[in-house]
């Protein structure tokens, strides 16, 4: 199955459409077990994500393919191999693995500073030590990706894609990465839930925007999808995508990805070229 469950709302309260809070530890153990069950294989978290790991750890996911992310290296970090070692290493304890799928960076742009060759290098003996399977990167947009590549190697990215955002494939990058042999992953297919939202219940402060939300409420009222058919549909029939990782509040938004994934999708809406991060990538919403 192409997607993955992911476990930011285990650890932290997360989402412009959350209205639950933090997922408790027996609804994450339900979530991750109704998921496993419909053959959803692999699970996403990240050092960052505040109890997220630990959570994880007390459900046990020895049967899972666990991907999870490093934070930026300390501005006085002396010994980088060291640093790294002990990030891991409490990570593991926390996740009760001995070895994870995959570990990305969550600052990868750090590869480009001074220190940049010492992480990739302390990443690689993790891999030829088998602590890791895969390394990569987790990215905000596909400028980092063109920065990046030449100059490192990765086995794994995970970037943001969804219906108004759509410059990892419209770019080229996602069919670059698949020739390459690098696994794909997508996040953000919802847009931190943005997308699900009615016009009734969408923040008044992304109508700066009013264009998108026009074209997109017409569209889905002509095509008789739910916004929730629409973004998971789309990726769903990518080629060059590996997973489409989805985080979910409660078990019964799980069932309703599970039933709403698979299906026919129209031509997509019509927007105009989008090249405005403000709205798509959430990490600048709070200076809106």
Sequence with gaps: MKLGLGTVQFGVPYGVANALGQVNPTQAQAITHRAHAAGIDTLDTA????????????????????????????????????????????????????RVHALLLHRP??????????????????????IVDKIGVSVYDTTELAALFGKYRFDLVQAPLNIVDRSLVDSGWAQRLKNEGIEVHTRSAFLQGLLLLPQSKR??????????????????????????????????????????????????????????HEGSLPNLPQFRPLQDDRLTNPATWSQL
């Design 203 to 260: 923040p008044t402060v992304f109508n700066r925007w009013v264009d998108i939300w026009t074209e997109w409420d017409r569209w889905l009222e002509s095509t008789g999808l739910t916004p929730l058919q629409a973004c998971l549909r789309w990726t769903n029939t990518l080629d060059a995508i590996d997973k489409v990782i989805v985080g979910v509040d409660c078990i019964s938004q799980l069932d309703q990805i599970l039933a709403a």
């Design 109 to 130: 742009c750090q590869l480009l500073q001074e220190i940049g060759p010492k992480l990739n290098d302390a990443l690689l003996v993790l891999k030829a030590n088998g």
């Design 47 to 98: 050092i960052a994500y505040g109890s997220s790991e630990s959570v994880l750890g007390h459900i046990g996911v020895g049967s899972w393919k666990v991907v999870t992310k490093l934070p930026a290296v300390p501005v006085d970090c002396g010994d980088i191999s060291s640093w790294l070692n002990t990030q891991v290493g409490a990570s593991l304890t926390r996740l009760k693995l001995d």
